[in-house]
């Protein structure tokens, strides 16, 4: 329920302009952007197209979805419409936001955050191996937080194969990182 109240929150937000309800909006479709592109002008870009493109929609809403679903499936169409476009996928793994916090409060100091760092990197390099499909369950479920439904709404498929490729892709990224970490 309380999931639902700020969404609602959001959503009247952005249609009011209100700066905190839309910075949270950003940055959420520019992390999830992000994370599908691995290059952050791509984001930025992507990220405009689906902010045009919900405010143009937005009168259309009826909340039969939560509306940060309805903007991520927005955003996952504008990404998949920029991949038909020619858009290649780049690495910059640089531009991610860190969201480890500071290192220096860590047990361990430096070493701790330099294996921390090591690691985060061989998962990003295990992810990028992954097929799309099996790469944006991961994301959509592990770094945006939906629940399978969500996703379900988000790429168009049964919540059963969601489940199933967000399993596989787990256990190929388990495989991938055997003996790596």
Known sequence: MAS??????LLKGFREGDPKACVTIVRTVYRFLLHLTGDAGAAEDLSQETLLAALKKLDDFRGGAFFMTWLHRIAYGKFIDSQRRG?????SRDALP??????????????????????CRLLYEA???LERPDRTAV???YFQKLSYSQMSRVLGEPVGTVKWRTSEALRKLKSSLDGRI
Not at 4 to 9: E, G
Not at 87 to 91: A, P, T
Request: charged share 25%.
């Open 127 to 129: 992810l990028d191996e």
């Open 139 to 141: 994301i959509l479920h």
């Open 87 to 91: 858009y290649r996928e780049r690495v």
């Open 98 to 119: 860190n969201t480890s916090g500071d290192s220096a409060g860590m047990p361990g100091g430096p070493v701790a955050s330099a294996v921390a760092g090591e690691r």
């Open 4 to 9: 639902k109240i700020r969404q609602w929150h």
